[in-house]
């Protein structure tokens, strides 16, 4: 980064896409705050950790003390009841942004979902701007963190920067992976760019440079981002690695949108 910002803090520091970004994030700050449900165990200079659980981080003024940047990837990570949801990915998150704004945090890159729009069709290509088609209640929960963006960014000139985030790992292991996989190294350039670039509030895609994908990234090309990674090479060997559900087959949402689907798996799609 050119202009490295002081002090960032990370949540969700000891969850997997936290743990593969971390190395990056280190090089642009001169402190990456670290908290968690657990303790989370510095293993770079710049590191100071912290435990907190996310939904009660309104009772951790310190954690926010000189922060400039949050990068935001706490969070429970996969479907699950209300119960579950509520209180990391709800509640927790709006406390956050509400702390954030108290303690004149610049900006918030966060991790929304591919599932706050799974239930597009694979036939359609979408953008940061479709209206969400969530696959699941997660899903529902990382529109309303969109939704928590947009209000604190209009309302206080909180800047949000939201990661419609695919499949992170090192390689694809599926056909619907060539078209929503993302490498830990183009993760964390996304994050770059939501540290980094001019921007109120944008939503974007976690995705690398994949030809299958069915989303349009170019928002994100435009503010800067350069993946270096594809799943292309991946094509032959991943494109017949498909389930036996027509509805996960259909929707870009996956097993997420066949969970509890109820009726004809080909009825029609709605319009919008």
């Given at each position: 980064?050119t202009?490295?910002l002081?002090?960032?803090?990370?949540?969700?520091a000891?969850?997997?896409?936290?743990?593969?970004?971390?190395p990056?994030?280190?090089?642009w700050?001169s402190?990456l705050r670290?908290?968690?449900?657990?303790?989370?165990?510095?293993?770079?200079?710049?590191?100071?950790?912290?435990?907190?659980?996310?939904?009660?981080?309104?009772?951790?003024?310190?954690t926010?003390?000189?922060?400039?940047?949050?990068?935001?990837?706490?969070?429970?990570?996969?479907?699950?009841?209300?119960?579950?949801?509520?209180?990391?990915?709800?509640?927790?998150?709006?406390?956050?942004?509400?702390?954030a704004?108290r303690?004149?945090?610049?900006?918030?890159v966060?991790?929304?979902?591919?599932?706050?729009?799974?239930?597009?069709?694979?036939?359609?290509?979408?953008?940061?701007h479709?209206?969400?088609?969530?696959?699941?209640?997660y899903?529902?929960?990382?529109?309303?963190?969109?939704?928590?963006?947009?209000?604190?960014a209009d309302?206080?000139?909180?800047?949000g920067?939201?990661?419609?985030?695919g499949?992170?790992?090192l390689?694809?292991?599926?056909?619907?992976?060539?078209?929503?996989?993302?490498?830990?190294?183009?993760?964390?350039?996304?994050?770059?760019?939501?540290?980094?670039?001019?921007?109120?509030?944008?939503?974007?895609?976690?995705?690398?440079?994949?030809?299958?994908a069915?989303?349009?990234?170019?928002?994100?090309?435009?503010?800067?981002?350069?993946?270096?990674?594809?799943?292309?090479?991946?094509?032959?060997?991943?494109q017949?690695?498909?389930?036996?559900?027509?509805?996960?087959?259909?929707?870009q949402?996956?097993?997420?949108?066949?969970?509890?689907?109820?009726?004809?798996?080909?009825?029609?799609?709605?319009?919008?």
């Amino acid at each position: 980064m050119t202009n490295p910002l002081p002090k960032i803090l990370l949540t969700g520091a000891c969850g997997k896409l936290s743990r593969s970004i971390r190395p990056y994030l280190v090089q642009w700050c001169s402190e990456l705050r670290l908290t968690d449900i657990v303790s989370p165990v510095a293993e770079h200079d710049m590191e100071t950790c912290h435990r907190a659980d996310i939904a009660d981080i309104d009772q951790h003024p310190e954690t926010f003390d000189g922060i400039d940047a949050i990068v935001h990837f706490s969070g429970y990570p996969r479907e699950a009841d209300w119960d579950t949801l509520m209180a990391p990915n709800v509640i927790g998150s709006a406390k956050l942004w509400e702390m954030a704004q108290r303690h004149g945090v610049g900006r918030i890159v966060y991790a929304s979902s591919n599932h706050a729009i799974g239930f597009y069709p694979r036939s359609h290509t979408v953008d940061g701007h479709v209206l969400p088609r969530p696959d699941t209640r997660y899903g529902v929960t990382k529109v309303f963190m969109e939704a928590l963006a947009s209000l604190y960014a209009d309302k206080h000139g909180l800047r949000g920067f939201g990661l419609r985030i695919g499949h992170g790992s090192l390689e694809p292991k599926d056909r619907r992976m060539l078209a929503t996989w993302v490498h830990p190294e183009d993760l964390a350039d996304l994050v770059r760019v939501g540290l980094q670039a001019d921007y109120l509030c944008e939503i974007v895609y976690g995705v690398s440079n994949n030809a299958s994908a069915w989303w349009d990234n170019q928002r994100a090309h435009d503010l800067g981002y350069r993946p270096r990674h594809s799943s292309d090479p991946f094509i032959e060997a991943l494109q017949c690695v498909v389930s036996d559900d027509p509805v996960a087959e259909r929707y870009q949402g996956g097993t997420f949108a066949a969970a509890e689907y109820v009726g004809d798996p080909l009825r029609p799609i709605r319009a919008r």
